[in-house]
């Protein structure tokens, strides 16, 4: 049997991408747009299959033009549908759906406004979480810190959906693509979902490398050296497929 709505009516398939011609006041969903909300959902959930995220903890966004679609507050990812788009412009003001945008959403317009962004994918994931409450910046463990645009920084601890958190975040993303949040979590961006997600993806086993190694009793891990990880920064840029 189909989900029913709050509203009424029976519940779509997120996953279906651009059939989702409608959001929840009955308002056309351009075509770009439903197709975006429909790799973010995927997006969404996941972060919660890989264990990046725990119910609704976490959030992800897109930006198509000057809309941002972004995660609802406290809906499970599970659940949403191509009728909850949820949408908003620049400055914060909702432009589509009817549920109520993350509270995160200070973050992701910090980023939006601020780089080129047109992913962002934020996590409570377990060992990330755990080492930005031990350092001020990840240790150099592994050369794919170079893909994130060097050391990792640690945010200064803000109260969630705050302005403030969002400034702390900023400062730690100066430079980089990825940051940790103290006592909080990840923040990753990217020129696609899929870029956005992988380097969260990569945040995260870093951060279990360091802390698995650190802690080998009477060892400290071998880490590399700044000049180490700009050679592995200009290899990177000819990184992959060409022609």
Excluded: F, K
């Amino acid at each position: 049997m189909a989900e029913q709505r709050r509203d009424g009516r029976e519940a779509g398939d997120a996953g279906g991408g651009a059939r989702g011609v409608g959001d929840a006041r009955g308002r056309r969903v351009p075509e770009e747009e439903a197709r975006a909300w429909a790799d973010l959902v995927e997006t969404a959930r996941r972060t919660v299959a890989d264990g990046l995220v725990v119910g609704t903890s976490g959030n992800v966004s897109v930006r198509v033009g000057d809309t941002v679609l972004v995660t609802p507050s406290g809906v499970p990812y599970d659940r949403l549908t191509p009728d909850d788009v949820t949408g908003v412009d620049l400055t914060g003001r909702q432009v589509l759906g009817s549920l109520v945008p993350t509270s995160e959403l200070p973050l992701h317009l910090a980023v939006y406004r601020t780089t080129s962004a047109r992913a962002v994918v934020h996590t409570h994931a377990v060992h990330a979480t755990a080492v930005s409450t031990l350092v001020d910046e990840l240790p150099l463990i592994h050369y794919i810190a170079a893909a994130l645009g060097g050391p990792v920084r640690v945010a200064r601890y803000a109260t969630y959906g705050t302005d403030e958190l969002a400034g702390n975040m900023l400062r730690a993303l100066d430079g980089r693509t990825g940051c940790l949040l103290q006592n909080h979590g990840t923040v990753t961006h990217g020129t696609t979902l899929a870029q956005a997600y992988d380097r969260t993806a990569q945040l995260e086993w870093m951060c279990r490398v360091w802390l698995t190694a650190s802690s080998v009793p009477g060892l400290s891990p071998r880490l590399l050296t700044p000049e180490q990880l700009t050679e592995v920064g200009e290899r990177l840029r000819g990184y992959g497929q060409r022609g």
